[in-house]
DNA sequence: TTTATTTCGGACAACTTTATCCTATTTGTA
DNA sequence: TACAAATAGGATAAAGTTGTCCGAAATAAA
């Protein structure tokens, strides 16, 4: 479904959010131990996130990784996975067809259109701090 | 979603399935042509259509692919799908954890559950048959 | 039995994604 | 200012997917 940069980007993002509320920037290192993902890897993926302005990096001493506190309950995961993956999972034929629309459907359009449309309507409306929040109280969980 | 190469599969099997309720037999050229795909790569991938007998093939002089019609009936999109891109559509976790379920999910699995049971649950109820009709009916189209 | 036709299957080439490494640049502190 | 601690970013490697080529094997017809 998604990319492994997309997964590692969501579950880096979520680490960030879970540490910025507590007032603390992370490392590519602390993160990619969290969430079990390869540590250069994994910073290329930040370093994506931060130029498509989903987190701040400060460099430095004492710099590392955080996230706007007010940001974390605005950003939705559509915007991650669209800094990363781009809009591929929405537009685009499930079939490969150049064009393909109402007027010019593959033999599996409307039935790709429902669960699509659900998806994306999934990914529009789950915010960052859901899914932090859920880190937190240990309901979910980021790695194993 | 599909790898390219279940793109192509899901079509050639399509385009067999009209030619085998004519009674003809089509071989790799006239599928990549009429799908707009790879010769050869769509020849790799009819072999493995064939080995798990989701197509028969027929070797030699007017030989060819071709479908029994009773199959083509009660052959479903899910096996398709699975014959060429395994069971990762339905089964792994969305953000690529080890183990992700009830007891141990991800942040995004109760969501992605929903969504990925409702696309199990089409796969498995769309026909070969249904799909290959409205190609004959001209209201869906192979290419393009 | 020979020949033409057609799929099968292995080897390989090109491209994309994933992953690593190393140096440059930035920044806080002594 | 010098140094240490961080991220940024380019180069490159490894792995996976997509795509090509060619000879082997099978089969129908002459």
Redesign the pocket.
């Known amino acids: 479904m998604f990319?492994?940069?997309?997964e590692?980007g969501i579950k880096a993002t979520i680490f960030i959010a879970i540490n910025s509320s507590e007032n603390r920037?992370?490392?590519?290192?602390e993160i990619s131990e969290e969430i079990d993902?390869?540590?250069?890897?994994t910073?290329?993926i930040?370093?994506a996130l931060?130029?498509n302005n989903i987190v701040k990096?400060?460099?430095?001493?004492?710099?590392?990784?955080e996230i706007e506190k007010d940001k974390i309950a605005t950003t939705k995961l559509s915007q991650i996975v669209y800094a990363i993956d781009g809009d591929g999972i929405y537009k685009g034929c499930g079939l490969g067809l150049h064009t393909c629309d109402e007027n010019h459907p593959c033999p599996v359009h409307d039935k790709f259109k429902v669960i699509r449309d659900e998806l994306k309507h999934m990914l529009e409306n789950t915010s960052l701090e859901q899914l932090a929040l859920d880190i937190k109280s240990g309901v979910a969980f980021l790695k194993v």
């Not at 990319?3 to 997309?6: I, L, N, P, T, Y």
């Not at 920037?25 to 290192?29: D, F, I, L, T, W």
């Not at 993902?37 to 890897?41: C, L, V």
């Open positions: 990319s492994k940069a997309c590692y920037r992370v490392s590519p290192k993902s390869p540590q250069a890897f910073a290329k930040l370093q931060v130029r990096s400060v460099r430095g001493a004492y710099g590392g990784f």
